[in-house]
Every structure is written in C-alpha cells, then in structure tokens.
C-alpha cells in the first residue's frame, strides 16, 4: 500500500517542490579541520580558538607534528569527514604559517600570517551571536589576478558559514572583510549594528547601519599555491613573499657588518702604512 | 574604529618594526635579491577556480559581496586610512547584503527577543567596558587636574594681593597710633583719646626705672622689671613642667621683634660692639 501511495504522490507532485527538495539536496557541506602543529605560542592558539567559535562548521583537531609528513593531514581531515583543513604551522616558536586546502583533491595555500591581534584584545568592542552567519566582503582587487580569484573563491568556502550548518544560526550580525592591501590580505571581523548608538531603539529604515569591530585581525602573506592538498605542483609564488628567516639572518649581518668594516679598515691602514715607509730626513742627525 | 587611534600591540610594533627593516635593508641591497622566476600559472590558476568554483549556487548560500572599488591606500603604515578603508568596504558589503537576504526572504538581523550564546562571553565584555569607562574617567581626571592647576595659580596671586593689604592696614594703623603718641607727649591734650589705648604703658624704659621702690597693693615691694621678666621667663611659683620648653607657638611668636628696633643704628652698634669689654690680662698689668 505504501508504495502504491508513494508513487501515486510522486505523480501529482508540485514543481516547486521538487525544485525545492533539489536545492536542499543542493546544500554545500563544508567542513574545516582545524590543526595546530606543536610550539605554537598563545597568541597563535588563541587566533585559532577564535577562528574556530566564528565558524561554527569547524572541527577542532589536537596539535600533531607534522614537519616530515605533511600528507597526514590529509587522512586526518577523511577521518573527521571534513573538506578543508586550516592547518597552523608554527616554526621557531614565532612564525605562524597558516595552510589553507581543500583536502584531498586540492588546491592548497600556504600563507605567512603576521600582525596577529585576538579577540581577548580589550580594543575590540563588539560581539556577536555565536554561529551566526557572516557576509563575506571581498575587495575589488580580489578579481584582478587568476590566483586572487583562486583565493577568494577558497575563502568563500571556508569562511562562509554554508546555510544550516550545524549550530549555525539563520542571522547575519557580522561581517568578514578580506581586502588586499600592500599584496597582502588583510582580515578583520565586525559586527553589524542596527540599533541607535544614543537610544538603542531602532534605526530609519533608510539609515546605514554602523561597524563595530570584534576581531580577531590578522595577514595573510602568501606563499605559494599548490595544485594538491598539501603538496603538489606550484601554481603561483608570492615574488615578494620574504621569509622571516631571511629578514632576521639579513638583520644579524648588518649588525655584524659593523665589527667586519672595522676590522677591515684598521687591516687596510697598516697594509697603507707598510707600503709607503715615510722618507728618511736627511737632516734629521744634524743637531745631534 | 576609534580604537585604532590607540597604541599598537607588541605584534604590530613588531611586524612595523620588521616592515622598515626590510624597507632599510632593501635599500642597501643586502638581502639576498629576489630570484628572477616567479612560478604564475595563470592560465591553470583560472581553470581551477572554474573547476572548484560555486558561482551556481544561490547568493544566500555563498554570502559574498565583492566591493565596487578596490581599496587603494597610500601608506600601509596608516593605520587610520586603512582601517577606515576596510570599515567602508565592510559597510558597503552589508548593505548590499541586506539587499540580498531581503530578495532571498530570509531575516537579516535577529529579533529582539532572540537570546543565545554569544561570541565573547558577559564577563569579557564588562572587562571591556571597564576598560572603556576607566579610560573616559582617565581623560576626565587629567582635565580635572589640569583645572586644578590654572585655579591655584590664580588662587596664589589672589592670596599675596590679600597678605599685602592686610600689611598696608597694619601699617596704616600703626601710624596712626605713632602720631597720636607724639602729640600726646608733646602736651597736646586737646585731642580725646579716639583708641582708649594706654598708650604711656606699653615698653618704655625711662618709667620702669622710676617706678623702683613702689610699694604693690599689700605693701609688699613689687619687684624691679627685670626680676619681672625673669620670672615670667624661669618662672616664680606654680608649675614649671613644659613650661620652660619651646614650642611651635612661642617658635614662630615673632611679637617682641620689631623690624625697625633691630635695623636702627643704636641696636645694631650695640651688637657689633658689644659692651666694654674687660681688657685683656697683659693690658691690664700694663696699665697698672
């Protein structure tokens, strides 16, 4: 009986509602794993916490040590069932590298990330539901590079909350700004205010709501992307990308320059002196 | 936004810092020059944003908004254009999102009654309004003093102008007074006393040594002044605990000075050349 009235209902179905029941079916899973390596200092692991209440579709994995093998991520990330893994790399106990891939097919980026503020700073003064969905607000200078578009079609993926996530909720109170700026991304958080700042009643309907910012603020500097999840052949490197290593090796040696050139120059004066003895005085001896 | 105005973090003062090392170090051409091959795979860069891309899915599942200008700022050091850069491009993304939801009908901002957990926790944001309120009180307190400071310098001129014309009526009266005592001592008794003041009783010498041998009002002889103010000074009867000791009082009583008495010719000779002394043995045995 049951399947004759199934089918029976099938018939007489509504378009729309198949539509609909397509679009559901149509619904992007989205989950990120969220890896820290170990030594990563509490800056950088309350970044990550952050990150991980703003995005409600995330999963929190221990800290692994994957300096060597790095494709281990990758079985992590079909362990938990999750799509994409932002895997925080820490090096020298200062440097934070963030990977972002999409596991397993790929791609993945690896990004330098700098200038790391947290929402535990007192600066920040907004606030906003825990799960709610954000905007995501891109820059224009996100279309102008094919590796740009690459970037901000990842960070769409990932940054967007997919409509009814798991403890997501259906309201939007904050906004994502990604923006390029000095050929780096910048990422900052805020929260949509909709009340009157004096009153806290209602605003016009015409007036603009105002930003409050919430953190947390960081920069993405690119490295490279690869065409894998975590490996792969390079699409595209950053030409202005400097490793901090460098910078830091380069700073040494200016200071060390300083004693070098020293050095250097009392070696050349006594070279100098020694090839041009002074001439003898003939009249040196005639007083004596 | 007004936040930005204030002092940097650690991270950023570093990561400045570090910015204007390889500004500096740029310069002199000691970091190691950049390679000249950059991998740009643009044109597999472009397929794969194509092949990863969700551009089908509806706007309310992607939540994207690419702002109409790119963002161009002049100096990446300005915090203040910058971040006022990114609260534009934020502001312009929600209100096109808005836009959005509405079309989409979903609700875009959550309704009043809607409570849930949020982002940063009650406590973390009374610490940031603590924070906010001591700074206000701060700026208030540093006004306040400021205030201060240009009262008490009026209040100290206003003091002294007081202080000088209290002196002036002093003088003035004391004068007055003088006068009065010359006329009346050169026998010009016309006048009625206008102060009612003894003015024979107070600190002339010529009587004291007239008055020796006066019997007192028991017939007892009072004793000469100088017995007089000895004994008021070591004391005569009565008890002389603490009394014989200085204290803030009798320091500071400055009555029995008198500026002119201690500036007069007769005074000051007097010190400096003391009372004949009694010469010298060999002196006398000369003289003898």
Known sequence: MATLYKTAKSEYQDVDDVLEEREKRSDVKQRILMVASRGVTYRQRHLMNDLEVLLPHCKKESKVEAKQDIDLLNELAEIQNCNNVFYFESRKHQDLYLWVARAPSGPSVKFHVQNIHTMDELKMTGNCLRGSRPVLSFDANFDSEPHLQLLKEIFTQTFGVPKGARKSKPFFDHVFTFSVVDGRIWFRNFQIVEKDAQTGGDMAKTAKPTLVEIGPRFVLNTIRIFEGSFGGPTLYENPKYISPNVVRAAVRSQKATKYASRVADTQDREARVKANPLPVDPLKDVFE | ?288
Request: positive net charge.
């Open chain 2, 1 to 288: 936004m007004s936040d930005d105005e204030h002092s940097y973090d650690e991270a950023m003062m570093e990561d400045e810092e570090t910015a204007l090392e390889i500004a500096a170090l740029q310069s002199e051409n000691l970091l190691p020059q950049p390679k000249k091959e950059f991998i740009n795979h643009k044109a597999a860069l472009r397929a794969l944003v194509d092949e990863i891309s969700q551009k089908s899915l509806k706007w309310i599942q992607r939540c994207d908004v690419t702002s109409s200008e790119p963002i161009v700022v002049d100096k990446t050091e300005n915090d203040l254009d910058r971040e006022l850069k990114f609260y534009q491009q934020g502001l312009e993304a929600v209100v096109r999102a808005q836009l959005e939801v509405q079309k989409a009908g979903m609700p875009f901002s959550r309704p009043d009654d809607y409570f849930a957990e949020m982002v940063k926790t009650d406590a973390h944001m009374a610490r940031i309004r603590q924070k906010l309120l001591d700074q206000q009180k701060g700026i208030q307190n540093s006004e306040e003093a400021k205030k201060q400071r240009e009262l008490r310098k009026y209040g100290k001129k206003i003091e002294q102008e007081k202080l000088k014309e209290r002196e002036d009526q002093k003088k003035a009266s004391l004068d007055k007074i003088a006068t009065i005592k010359k006329r009346l001592r050169s026998g010009d008794l016309g006048e009625v006393d206008d102060f009612e003041i003894d003015v024979d009783s107070d600190g002339d010498g010529g009587k004291a040594k007239g008055a020796r041998g006066k019997k007192g009002r028991d017939g007892k002889p009072t004793a000469n002044k100088k017995r007089q103010l000895k004994d008021e000074k070591f004391g005569f009867g009565g008890k002389k605990r603490g009394l014989r000791k200085n204290t803030a009082d009798s320091t500071s009583d400055m009555s029995g000075f008198s500026q002119k008495r201690n500036k007069s010719a007769n005074f000051s000779a007097v010190h400096k050349r003391g009372k004949t002394k009694r010469p010298g043995k060999a002196k006398r045995q000369r003289t003898n």
